[in-house]
T-cell receptor
């Protein structure tokens, strides 16, 4: 069974640009969550999508957005990139919508903003 | 809002030593608790989870954790560590104040096991 796939694995962008990251969940999983991991702030929740609807949102500015498609694949977008957006962005998928389930993480996309 | 504290940021042990990593959470409702591990260059993997029932849960690779509700704690233990346990360990909580799978993570504990 294939795991969570994130593309691309590495990205270098210039301040002010925008970026789109992609996540393919495990087959059959309907919930996709996104996290930002940095050395200073650790792992922080960005948002979660279930059945194409955003269900939870973390404390991030509106420059961070996402969406989920009917096949459960998800994308997240960051507009007007800042140096502080440099981080490892992790996607996680879960089989069901409720909390009594575990999250399976992808390898992440390493974003560097220069 | 829920929060998670891992008080040990860095731990260095020799092989065969016993391990206990602390995890305390702040949330008054029902919680689901997790320990994840991140080996160097690899993705986050689930070590163990607590949803309900027996507060002593066993996970993969000989790890176990005990949920003590009165102390809001979920400490991770292993009786004898190996060099291959070198990794970063994250405690996480999902409270019943959200309808989905939002996890709040602790800051992580970097474990180095000396051969």
């Amino acid at each position: 069974k294939a795991g969570v796939t994130q593309t691309p694995r590495y990205l270098i962008k210039t301040r002010g640009q925008q970026v789109t990251l992609s996540c393919s969940p495990i087959s059959g999983h309907r919930s996709v969550s996104w996290y930002q991991q940095t050395p200073g702030q650790g792992l922080q929740f960005l948002f979660e999508y279930f059945s194409e609807t955003q269900r939870n949102k973390g404390n991030f500015p509106g420059r961070f957005s996402g969406r989920q498609f009917s096949n459960s694949r998800s994308e997240m977008n960051v507009s007007t990139l800042e140096l502080g957006d440099s981080a490892l962005y992790l996607c996680a998928s879960s089989p069901r919508g409720g909390g009594v389930t575990e999250a399976f993480f992808g390898q992440g996309t390493r974003l560097t903003v220069v | 809002a829920q929060s998670v504290s891992q008080h040990n940021h860095h731990v260095i042990l020799s092989e065969a030593a016993s391990l206990e990593l602390g995890c305390n959470y702040s949330y008054g409702g029902t919680v689901n608790l997790f320990w994840y591990v991140q080996y160097p260059g690899q993705h986050l993997q689930l070590l163990l989870k607590y949803f309900s029932g027996d507060p002593l849960v066993k996970g993969i690779k000989g790890f176990e954790a005990e949920f003590i509700k009165s102390k809001f704690s979920f400490n991770l233990r292993k009786p004898s560590v190996q060099w291959s346990d070198t990794a970063e360990y994250f405690c996480a909580v999902n409270g019943d104040n959200n309808a989905g799978n939002m996890l709040t993570f602790g800051g992580g504990t970097r474990l180095m096991v000396k051969p």
